[in-house]
């Protein structure tokens, strides 16, 4: 597969809408669709460079232009997101990132509003009527180059400690097409690679790495520049060809990333989004409000 993309639903649509191995279910709105797609064999996995599991694709309007009906797209995505969590439990969040590169500060921002709860508890909880909130943390823990330490061996060395019933783990994606970017939301339960948004991917983080359920969350950000321009000229390349377009794009083997002009904007409501999601779907005994009052 010459392109990249972190977003399976594209890995699928290029290869065809039929892959024995893989179940598909989708429900569109008004405003948004959701499309469950299920890689339920090793043969499917392979073919579309993605692990066994669930994938969970929102596809929503541009977040930088049209932020109609936030409410449906918060409520959508944490109904999806509750169907791969754990009832009961401690849950670990952790917003990965470099806050530094605004199409990699998704899951920084997203940390920053998510509601971390593990320390109410006891009479504190009872007389402030906050009994039903679940036990959650939260950490945003940079980067290799900012922590000479990998983003993988904070998050296990917290899950050693903390014992959570689940992780989960928002980064920036990439995707195949400039059309998906800052538009799609998807929900896994396959974990993540930290920095593959930004084509620097780290070792992975997944129930392999950690024993514990990963649910990865993610909003492409930016696409490979390679990728874009072999798009953009067609089909009909050889792949000697193609890999002359990718040194001309990518001149002394360094990555070339496209975002939009627009991707402070979309990276803020995309990550506003994702935390009040991740919020309704972890205390679904209070209401929105309920919950956007506590953040504030």
Same mark, same amino acid.
Not at 53 to 64: A, K, M, N, R, V
Not at 103 to 123: F, K, M, Q, S
Not at 199 to 216: D, F, K, M
Not at 277 to 283: K, R, S, T
């Given at each position: ?21 893989? =179940? ?46 936030? #409410? ?7 109904? #999806? ?26 899951? !920084?921002?997203? @940390? ?16 402030? +009527? ?11 823990? +940079? ?21 959570? /019933?689940?992780?989960?783990?928002? $980064?920036?994606?990439?995707?195949? /097409?400039?059309? =998906? ?8 339960? &396959? ?16 129930? =392999? ?7 990865? *969350? ?16 067609? #089909? ?23 975002? !939009?002009?627009?991707? $402070?904007?979309? *990276? ?5 989004? &994702? @935390? ?8 679904? @005994? ?11």
């Amino acid at each position: 597969m010459f392109f990249r993309t972190d977003l399976a639903q594209e890995a699928r649509e290029y290869l065809g809408d039929k892959i024995d191995g893989i =179940r598909m279910e989708e429900k569109k709105g008004e405003y948004l669709s959701v499309v469950r797609m299920h890689v339920d064999s090793m043969e499917a996995a392979e073919k579309i460079g993605k692990p066994v599991g669930t994938y969970i694709t929102l596809e929503l309007p541009p977040f930088s232009d049209d932020y109609r009906e936030p #409410e449906e797209k918060i409520r959508t995505a944490a109904a #999806e997101l509750s169907r791969l969590l754990p009832e009961k439990g401690l849950v670990l969040v952790a917003g990965l990132g470099n806050c530094n590169i605004t199409p990699d500060n998704l899951g !920084p921002l997203t @940390a920053r509003e998510v509601l971390a709860t593990r320390h109410i508890r006891g009479e504190l909880a009872r007389s402030s +009527g906050l009994d039903q909130l679940r036990p959650v943390a939260v950490i945003a823990p +940079g980067v290799l180059g900012q922590t000479g330490i990998e983003t993988g061996e904070l998050i296990a060395s917290l899950v050693k400690r903390l014992q959570p /019933s689940a992780v989960i783990v928002v $980064d920036a994606l990439a995707s195949r /097409s400039l059309k =998906r970017l800052g538009c799609t939301l998807q929900i896994c339960n &396959t974990g993540i690679s930290p920095g593959a948004g930004v084509g620097n991917a780290r070792p992975e983080i997944s129930r =392999r790495t950690l024993g514990v359920p990963v649910i990865g *969350v993610g909003i492409p950000t930016v696409v490979d520049a390679a990728t874009l321009a072999a798009d953009l000229v067609g #089909e009909g390349w050889e792949e000697q060809d193609l890999a002359v377009l990718r040194d001309q794009v990518s001149p002394r083997g360094e990555a070339m990333m496209v975002t !939009p002009r627009e991707v $402070d904007l979309l *990276v803020e409501r995309g990550a506003r989004v &994702t @935390a009040m999601a991740i919020n309704c779907a972890l205390h679904p @005994a209070y209401s929105l409000s309920d919950l956007q009052m506590l953040v504030s």
